[in-house]
């Protein structure tokens, strides 16, 4: 027999256990942005890790305001040879920009999505 109240039950039960095993995904922003061509939060794809830029970043109070630039204007030669594209060459996107650095910069600290440090 069909219980409609097991299946609210079952897909609640799905959505917590989902949300504390879930590693830490690409925001939807990073996607629109085409980042995901690019980057992973773990793994080095044509740009480095985020999670790496991550580290590499922790403590520099003027990370931010750095990486913002580097994102919309492109970056090359901290991470290896490869030149990333400026992503926001008008500055039409500065708060999206912001926003997907604050994410890069919180992934080695508690502040990231996943409520604990990426490991
Ligand atoms: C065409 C591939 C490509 C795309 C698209 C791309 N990146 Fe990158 N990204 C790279 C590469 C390659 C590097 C390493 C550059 C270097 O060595 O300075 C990098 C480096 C970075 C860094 C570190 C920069 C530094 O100066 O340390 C950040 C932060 C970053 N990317 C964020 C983003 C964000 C956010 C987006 C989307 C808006 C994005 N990237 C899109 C290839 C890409």
Redo the contacts with the bound molecule.
């Keep these: 027999m069909w219980d409609p109240r097991i299946t609210v039950v079952s897909i609640i039960a799905c959505l917590l256990c989902s949300s504390a095993a879930v590693a830490v995904e690409m925001p939807e ?2 996607k629109k ?3 995901v ?3 992973a939060i773990k793994e080095r794809l ?3 890790a ?1 999670l790496d ?1 991550s580290k ?2 922790m403590g520099d109070p003027s990370a931010e305001e ?2 913002l630039a ?2 919309s204007k492109g ?11 400026a ?2 060459p008008d500055g039409y996107k500065q708060a ?2 912001r926003e ?2 604050k994410f ?1 910069l919180g992934l080695s600290s508690s502040k990231n999505t996943s409520g604990s440090p990426v490991e």
């Design positions: 922003l990073a942005n085409n980042c061509n690019c980057h044509v740009g480095p985020w830029i590499r970043y750095k990486l580097r994102v970056s090359s030669g901290f991470f290896g040879l490869i030149h990333m594209p992503n926001d999206e920009m997907l650095v890069i």
